[in-house]
């Protein structure tokens, strides 16, 4: 399992698309190793970024601490994978295509600070990261995370 350790910037070209950062790619190991990217439950204002194996084990802890038999169960499952895409580096440059909506979720103008957090990565917007999050989303976020922090917690 890939660390992540650092924080990079990086800005977006002429087709949305983003150079993940070079450390990065070296501390995955791989070359060819896919992300999951989704808006972060627990942490308003910011994208979540993981490796497609540490994906898979967080989603089987949940799936197992869920009941889907419920209807706050499966709503919970339904926010768990909300808002989430699979994106590739690719080989030549290692750039990534993050969708529209999510860069707008996390209110980029032109650069992205990703903070490396061991397993986890957080893309946010370069002017964010420097201010924190802005009130509004935390209240937003905060319901959606207090859910997930019920069942998961």
Same mark, same amino acid.
């Given at each position: ?54 994906? =898979? ?5 949940? %799936?197992?601490? !869920?009941?889907? &038999?419920?209807? #706050?169960?499966? *709503?919970?499952?339904? $926010? ?7 994106? =590739? ?5 290692? %750039?990534?295509? !993050?969708?529209? &909506?999510?860069? #707008?979720?996390? *209110?980029?103008?032109? $650069? ?30 905060? $319901? ?10």
């Amino acid at each position: 399992m890939p660390l992540f350790i650092g924080e990079y910037t990086g800005k977006l070209d002429d087709k949305g698309r983003l150079i993940f950062p070079s450390e990065f790619r070296m501390q995955a190991g791989a070359a060819n190793v896919q992300y999951v990217v989704q808006k972060d439950v627990l942490c308003a204002g910011s994208l979540a970024m993981y490796a497609l194996d540490e994906w =898979t084990k967080r989603s089987e802890l949940a %799936r197992s601490k !869920i009941n889907l &038999f419920t209807r #706050e169960g499966v *709503r919970a499952w339904e $926010e768990f994978n909300r808002d989430r895409v699979l994106v =590739t580096p690719d080989e030549k440059m290692g %750039r990534i295509t !993050i969708p529209k &909506f999510l860069l #707008e979720y996390i *209110r980029v103008q032109k $650069e992205v600070t990703f903070v490396g957090e061991d397993n986890i990565i957080r893309l946010w917007a370069k002017e964010a990261w420097k201010a924190g999050p802005e009130e509004d989303e935390k209240q937003k976020d905060e $319901e959606r995370a207090n859910l997930i922090e019920k069942l998961l917690g």
